[in-house]
Nanobody
């Protein structure tokens, strides 16, 4: 049974930072692509970032490029999302997910149906 659990969400002021973590169990973490998605109130779930099995390939949504950094530590079965220069529009529930391939590139990372396991999500709220 593959399980993912996010942590690190909370309340931040605009311009501030938060670091999300996602711990996975039940599958060889280091073999698969990992990703972050988010869902704001009243909106569909949207791609945020993805990282290849080795960490060598990363993709970001245009809305977070230059502000968010995805990373992973395969020895700890953990993925991270460092979020800097937060904006109120970053307010959402953030989900981590994994998919059964080594890497994705560009738009190939964006489709949530290609990810087969998901965490329950962690709330991020950015105030003005």
């Amino acid at each position: 049974q593959v399980q993912l659990v996010e942590s690190g969400g909370g309340l931040a002021q605009a311009g501030g930072s938060l670091r999300l973590s996602c711990v996975q169990s039940g599958r060889a973490f280091g073999n698969y692509t990992m990703g972050w998605f988010r869902q704001a109130p009243g909106k569909e779930r949207a791609f945020v970032a993805a990282i290849s099995w080795s960490g060598g390939t990363k993709d970001y949504a245009d809305s977070v490029k230059g502000r968010f950094t995805i990373s992973r530590d395969n020895a700890k079965n953990t993925m991270y999302l460092q979020m800097n220069s937060l904006k109120p529009e970053d307010t959402a529930v953030y989900y981590c997910a994994t998919r059964p391939d080594y890497q994705c590139t560009g738009s190939g990372c964006y489709e949530d149906y290609l990810y087969d396991y998901w965490g329950p999500g962690t709330q991020v709220t950015v105030s003005t």
